[in-house]
C-alpha cells in the first residue's frame, strides 16, 4: 500500500501562483507513475498532469498545458505542482494520485492509489 497526502492548496487572486505538494509513504521501494487530477463542483474528476515513473516523461491537459509544471523528488518521496497564472476555472480540489501499471495518462481509473485531495481557489 502506499498512502499519498497532499498540501499547498488555498486561496489566490487570478494571476497567482502555488505550489502543491504531495508526500509519499508506505510501500514507495519501487517509482511509481504519478499524477494530479482535480474536480471541481458538480463536474467529473479531471486529469491536470503525469510524470513516468523514472520522470523523464510528463503529460499535461491542454488547459494547464504551459502554466502548470509536475515534478518529482524521488530522494524525498515527494511530487509537487506548480501552478502559475492561475485562473478562477482552476478552482477544484487537487488530488495527488499513483499507478502500478501503464494506461491512459489522463484517464484516473488507471490510478491505484489517491490522497484525501486538497482545496484550491482563485478569485477573480
Known amino acids: 500500500q502506499v498512502q499519498l497526502v497532499e498540501s499547498g492548496g488555498g486561496l489566490v487572486q487570478a494571476g497567482l501562483s502555488l505550489r502543491l505538494a504531495c508526500a509519499a509513504s508506505?510501500?514507495?521501494?519501487?517509482?511509481?507513475?504519478m499524477g494530479w487530477f482535480r474536480q471541481a463542483p458538480g463536474k467529473e474528476r479531471e486529469f491536470v498532469a503525469a510524470?513516468?515513473?523514472?520522470?523523464?516523461?510528463?503529460y499535461y491537459a491542454d488547459s494547464v498545458k504551459g502554466r502548470f509544471t509536475i515534478s518529482r523528488d524521488d530522494a524525498n518521496k515527494m511530487l509537487h505542482l506548480q501552478m502559475n497564472s492561475l485562473k478562477p476555472e482552476d478552482t477544484a480540489v487537487y488530488y495527488c494520485?499513483?499507478?502500478?501499471?501503464?494506461?491512459?495518462?489522463?484517464?484516473?481509473?488507471?490510478?491505484?492509489?489517491w490522497g484525501p485531495g486538497t482545496q484550491v481557489t482563485v478569485s477573480s
Open positions: 494520485a499513483a499507478r502500478t501499471y501503464g494506461g491512459s495518462w489522463s484517464d484516473y481509473r488507471q490510478y491505484n492509489y
Open positions: 510524470i513516468s515513473w523514472s520522470g523523464a516523461g510528463t
Open positions: 508506505g510501500r514507495t521501494q519501487r517509482n511509481y507513475d
